[in-house]
């Protein structure tokens, strides 16, 4: 079977747009950006209109745009800049149990350091009751934490009651938004966050660079301390070919109209999967509030890595792993609840703006094929 890629809420290729961008930045701007010499200047000017393009998406102004290495970086700065700016002797912050690794680690780390974390717990669909985050609100929460959108499943999380919440309360919000940029909208204040995740990687730029907006007011203690560099937020010299490569990734991501056409191929995928299998297939997630690229789905009673292993040349993921024998469901479907026969199956397949609607029938076809899905499949 031909090379079919049906893994890009993992990670996308390089746009041509971005690498059109990272040549001219190659050319033009290879002196240090602090430098106010004649190969400093244009790494500055190339760093700073870079900038501008990640604010025209979000909608803010481009001083509240950091450049960082990543989805990752940028979220343990939103994290742990919050907990060392915050005077308070006790320090509380409230996230879900579906977050992503970038998020439960920094978090487990700061309990080892007093903070008090409540993790928000998910219906089956995985979206939280925005009820409960008023429930988890205490007189020393100094942070919410909760993603826009889930990595695994796509679930959308009810971002705007949970901001109008916090605002209650004069609490800052931050929302991971990897998965969700370039896929939904995301402008800061139709959402009404104070700190927003960029992963570069997420949005066919490439790896090692991201972004963190963080409204203007909004404390943070740096992670990086040095000579000042992003507005004393995080040192280091900018990378100008990263920034640009970042800056042409927004551009391209403002266009969302392709996201209508993807969205269709993934619901083509869905009920084809549907006719073939029966109730031998389940969706997980949100069948309605959920990433227009992201389809995660159980073969039930199978296990999701053999029936990837057996389609050769489709790049795709598992929603568990085995370890010593056994099958270990991921964190996000253990949160939702997915009965284990069903969750052992579970695979993300998440399109892209260039997957096709050939690519989808044929890994359809290849599904149907397959001995072990055989016992599954209804016939025609």
Known sequence: MRRIYLDHNASTPLAPEVAAAMEGAMEEAFGNPSSPHWAGVPARRGIEEARRQVAGLLGCDPGEVVFTSGGSESNNMALKGAFFASQRPRRHIVTTSV?????VAPLRFLERLGAEVTWLAVDATG???PADLERAITADTILVSIMHANNEVGTLQPIAECVAIARRHGIPLHTDAAQSVGKIPTRVD???VDLLTIAGHKLYAPKGIGALYVRAGTALEPLVHGAGHEGGRRAGTESALL????GAACV??????????????RDRFWHALQQ???DKVALNGHPEWRLPNTL?????????ADILAALDGVAASTGSACHAGRIELSPVLKAMGVAPEVGMGAIRFSLGRKTT???VDAVVEALSRLPLLAAGRRAN
């Open 190 to 192: 139709d959402l009404g």
């Open 357 to 359: 609607a050939e690519e």
């Open 252 to 265: 391209l991501a403002g266009d969302l109209s392709v996201m209508e056409r993807v969205k269709g191929l």
């Open 243 to 246: 920034a640009a490569a970042l």
């Open 276 to 278: 073939r299998f029966g």
């Open 127 to 129: 979206r939280i009751d």
């Open 99 to 103: 977050e992503h690794p970038a998020i």
């Open 296 to 304: 995660n789905v159980s073969f039930v009673g199978r296990v999701g």
